[in-house]
């Protein structure tokens, strides 16, 4: 049964790992496989002012990412679904209505997507770095212990709910033990500029530089379109088999 059908789980009655849990199972099959806790009051500090959200020190704010597998999933909702075609941001609009679905009914405070511009601006990597999800790279890339830069990080949810996430346990740093190859990568890439129509590929070398999580690098479709904001990678007949497959249902993992 869906968690959100199971009545001896009313969204009220849950607290700090429970509802983390319940947020999980229903976030399960969209690909937001990413998912960490936080407290509001750890974020809040380590940021400046603009950033800052109107929150208690011990509320609890949840980051929310993705690997790979979001991609295929996305692509079977975006080909049913004519108001994402239309949409000039389908991706970002696929993410607020899954999370939107597998936040209904919690006591949500706020949601901030890593997309959305000043003044509602959310410094998403150190949030994903003080709850342990990713630490921030020399290369000011976010990297995961097992999926290395291979991550996107999509939201920053805030519940009207006490954390049980503790003080903030940072990301073990990626940099230990590595030579730093993401830094000459990011030399040349600094030098061709950033133009997504000309010189993406100089800045897909950054993360193919990272020795984490090399095996869970994005598909060509999937750069494209983050990079060179390549829309026809969405036509499905230019989506290869294997891109219009998927990989089946994700669980999110926490962390
Ligand atoms: C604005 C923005 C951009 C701008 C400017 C980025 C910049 N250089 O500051 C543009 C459009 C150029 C951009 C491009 C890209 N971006 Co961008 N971007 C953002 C966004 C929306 C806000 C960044 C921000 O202002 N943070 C607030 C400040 C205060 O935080 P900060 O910790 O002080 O600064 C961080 C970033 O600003 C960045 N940064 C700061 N200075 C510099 C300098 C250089 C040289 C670089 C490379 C990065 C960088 O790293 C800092 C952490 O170390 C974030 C999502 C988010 N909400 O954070 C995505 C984000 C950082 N971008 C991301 C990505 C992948 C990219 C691209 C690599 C590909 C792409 N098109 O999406 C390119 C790379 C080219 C480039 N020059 O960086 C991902 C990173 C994922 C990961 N695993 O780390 C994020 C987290 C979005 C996401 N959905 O996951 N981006």
């Given at each position: 049964?869906?968690?959100?059908?199971?009545?001896?789980?009313?969204?009220?009655?849950?607290?700090?790992?429970?509802?983390?849990?319940?947020?999980?199972?229903?976030?399960a099959g969209t690909?937001?496989?990413?998912?960490?806790?936080?407290?509001?009051?750890?974020?809040?500090?380590?940021?400046?002012?603009?950033?800052?959200?109107?929150?208690?020190?011990?509320?609890?704010?949840?980051?929310?990412?993705?690997?790979?597998?979001?991609?295929?999933l996305?692509?079977?909702?975006?080909?049913?679904?004519?108001?994402?075609?239309?949409?000039?941001?389908?991706?970002?609009?696929?993410?607020?209505?899954?999370?939107?679905?597998?936040?209904?009914?919690?006591?949500?405070?706020?949601?901030?997507?890593?997309?959305?511009?000043?003044?509602?601006?959310?410094?998403?990597?150190?949030?994903?770095?003080?709850?342990?999800?990713?630490?921030?790279?020399?290369?000011?890339?976010?990297?995961?212990?097992?999926?290395?830069?291979?991550?996107?990080?999509?939201?920053?949810?805030?519940?009207?709910?006490?954390?049980?996430?503790?003080?903030?346990?940072?990301?073990?740093?990626?940099?230990?033990?590595?030579?730093?190859?993401?830094?000459?990568?990011?030399?040349?890439?600094?030098?061709?500029?950033?133009?997504?129509?000309?010189?993406?590929?100089?800045?897909?070398?950054?993360?193919?530089?990272?020795?984490?999580?090399?095996?869970?690098?994005?598909?060509?479709?999937?750069?494209?379109?983050?990079?060179?904001?390549?829309?026809?990678?969405?036509?499905?007949?230019?989506?290869?088999?294997?891109?219009?497959?998927g990989?089946g249902p994700s669980s999110?993992?926490?962390?």
């Amino acid at each position: 049964m869906p968690a959100s059908h199971d009545p001896s789980r009313r969204p009220q009655q849950l607290v700090g790992s429970s509802l983390l849990r319940l947020v999980s199972e229903r976030l399960a099959g969209t690909g937001l496989d990413l998912l960490a806790p936080l407290a509001m009051g750890a974020y809040n500090r380590a940021v400046s002012e603009p950033l800052r959200l109107p929150a208690g020190d011990d509320r609890l704010a949840l980051v929310v990412g993705n690997t790979r597998v979001l991609w295929p999933l996305f692509l079977k909702v975006f080909r049913r679904q004519s108001d994402l075609q239309r949409t000039s941001d389908p991706l970002d609009r696929y993410v607020e209505q899954a999370l939107a679905r597998a936040l209904d009914g919690l006591p949500v405070l706020d949601v901030r997507g890593a997309h959305e511009p000043p003044p509602r601006r959310v410094a998403i990597q150190r949030a994903a770095d003080l709850a342990g999800m990713a630490s921030l790279s020399p290369a000011h890339l976010s990297v995961h212990p097992i999926y290395g830069p291979w991550i996107a990080l999509r939201a920053l949810v805030v519940l009207d709910m006490p954390t049980s996430a503790g003080p903030a346990w940072p990301a073990a740093p990626c940099w230990e033990g590595c030579g730093r190859p993401c830094l000459e990568a990011l030399q040349k890439a600094l030098e061709v500029g950033w133009d997504p129509k000309r010189t993406w590929r100089a800045w897909v070398a950054i993360r193919d530089a990272c020795p984490r999580g090399r095996r869970h690098r994005y598909s060509e479709a999937a750069l494209r379109y983050h990079y060179a904001g390549d829309r026809t990678v969405l036509e499905p007949e230019l989506v290869s088999p294997e891109e219009g497959r998927g990989s089946g249902p994700s669980s999110p993992g926490v962390r």
